[in-house]
């Protein structure tokens, strides 16, 4: 009898869980939990501005906006090197993952604008 009903639990689990799969996939739901994905998430959203320091740097380092964008949503938030409890506007220090690992962005995030302060190249 135990068998059996543990039987019904898991079929009924497996059809659940492929239900809520295909309806959160057709929603673009995203579960962003970590520090780094709530932090770039809240900076993606924002209005994006760019500083004359961060357009001279693209110009000369070809850096493209979707470089940039690439490291807005893969990169990785340093929050030793930004000040991140700074008012009025935070300040973060994010760095590229795989290919682009040698660009870093300074991006300061108020409420209504992200600003790429800084891009560094190493």
């Known amino acids: 009898m135990l068998v059996k009903r ?13 239900g809520v799969y295909f309806f959160w996939q057709k929603k673009n739901a995203t579960f962003d939990y ?6 770039l998430k809240t900076i993606r ?3 994006r501005l760019f500083s004359d320091a961060a357009k001279t740097a693209m110009k000369r380092y070809d850096v493209d906006t979707l470089k940039i964008a690439t490291i807005l949503n893969t990169g990785d938030v340093d929050f030793g090197k930004g000040s991140p409890r700074k008012t009025p506007c935070a300040e973060y220090y994010i760095t590229g993952d795989d290919a682009l690992e040698n660009i870093s962005l300074l991006v300061k995030r108020c409420d209504s604008t ?9």
């Open 6 to 18: 543990i039987f019904y639990y898991l079929i009924g689990v497996s059809l659940g869980s492929i």
């Open 34 to 39: 970590g520090m780094d994905a709530r932090t």
């Open 45 to 47: 959203i924002k209005k």
């Open 114 to 122: 992200a600003t790429i302060e800084k891009i560094i190249i190493e």
